[in-house]
């Protein structure tokens, strides 16, 4: 009794520790990228540092570039990849006959896992002469080959998510539809995706998530020209992201100079920027939620 | 129950040695049955009896199940529901279904009741508020909703939701109406009142319903079949089923002696 009594407080405690210690990790990450990204603040005016021109050998850390560079591409990757993952989840999930399922979900899975640096280098040898061809852009290294691989990067996690959101609707659910005279694919569209939303935002947000946050095949495809994305074609033009920035000056910069401070500080935007997804993506949910719009 | 000249009963739906099987598993092993017309239908018995199964094939929701075998027929005035060319949206509008849970779609009390109309191509807005009301009337939640049609439908309670799943089926005026189990998940109150609002649709519907509880069936019933472990064993107008079975297997069920 005595003996077993102390074995449960044991496991207890061991699991308790390890509990905080991961949260504790994360928490020491935050900590360190702030300690060494503040104080950029002290360092470079503010005006500078929010500014349109990224020159750090001549003391120019203006943002924007990087900022409104990430954002095209992640946001682009997306537009992309929704409906395309969204109607791949429905084949699979809704239209398929079981045993294409069973080839398929596999498949997709294994998408995932392919290394990004594959992907940079299929984005590099086959994308970027492509898009140099047939949208006819002075390099294939440029916004729009950078959108295509993410898409194909956050393609298997957006179908897995979504499919498992479109599971999860009850059976009966398209019973109901069925049963009111709809076709299978109005039941699709205007019961089982509706009622699968919450679950596919979701889906969407974390590969916005991956898309956003991936740093090597977008360097290897995008050009990595540091010039604001402003003209109505700048898809066709190169780009340079957040992730791929710090990737590529990380290396050579001299550490505790304002350099490597401004680099830290594009980590604490680009969490800012991640975390801001996510808590609109929570909030968006839980509002619908209330309203009763979504189970 | 609608009789023709000779006091016969008219029939709405004919069931024909209808043999249906899950994989290896006989689940309906030979039924005839004649569902009169304009009258409360009840199908009762034991769990697992096949009664929900024979609902279903009468709408044919069960087509999208793999690895059935269904044999004889089933004919809805007449036409044979099973024959190639079927068209199965129309027949799923002329036989409307309730199920076991109230199943709210997402969105309002209006979309839910209008989902069936607009998914058939209604649009005129003038009729789509009259359906709106007629079906909320026919099922007895008219009063307690008309302030609030813009509500989300998961706001109201689990009698409120039946009761609206009953008005959608109704919004598309269904000759036939099946529900299974309707009441289930209900508490009495809220099951008296899904009653009453059978009560008040059964000489303009057909009805078919697979009851709760013995004293559901015998409260609703115009007409009664009694199913066990897949086989019809007594059919008749209520009063024979439930005062005066003819099979001993039905009188021991009745009288509770098993089930």
New interface residues.
Partial sequence: MHNSRWSEFAVESLIRVLGFSTVGLVALIFVFLLREGLPVLSEVALPNFLGRAWYPTFGSFGILPLVLGSVLVTVTAIAIALPLGLATAVFVREVAPGWAREILKPMIEVLAGIPSVVLGFFGMTMVAPWVRQTLGTATGLTAITGSLILTYMALPTLISVAEDALDAVPKSYRDAGLAMGATQWQTIWRVIVPAARSGIVTAAMLAMGRAIGETMAVMMVTGNAARMPTEWDALLRPVRTMTATVAAEMGEVAKGSTHYHALFAIGIVLFVITFAINMTAARAIFAKRRRGGLR | MVTDAEGLLKHKICIDNLHYSYGDEEVLKGINLDIPARAVTVLFGPAGGGKTTLLRLI?R?ND?V?GTKMTGTIRLDGQDIYAPGTEI?????RV??V?A?P?P???TIRENVL??PR??GMKDAAQCEEILSRSLQQAAIWDEVKDRLD?????LSGGQQQRL?IA??LA?EPEVLLLDEPTSGLDPISTAKVEESLFALRRDYTIVIVPHSVQQAARVADYAAFFLMGELIEHGPDKQLFTAPKEPKTEEYVTGRFG
């Fill in positions: 709408n929701l999208m793999d949206s129309s027949l799923r509008r409307g279904m199920f849970l199943l779609l997402p969105g989902y069936g998914l058939a509500d989300a439908a998961h706001r799943c959608r089926s598309l």
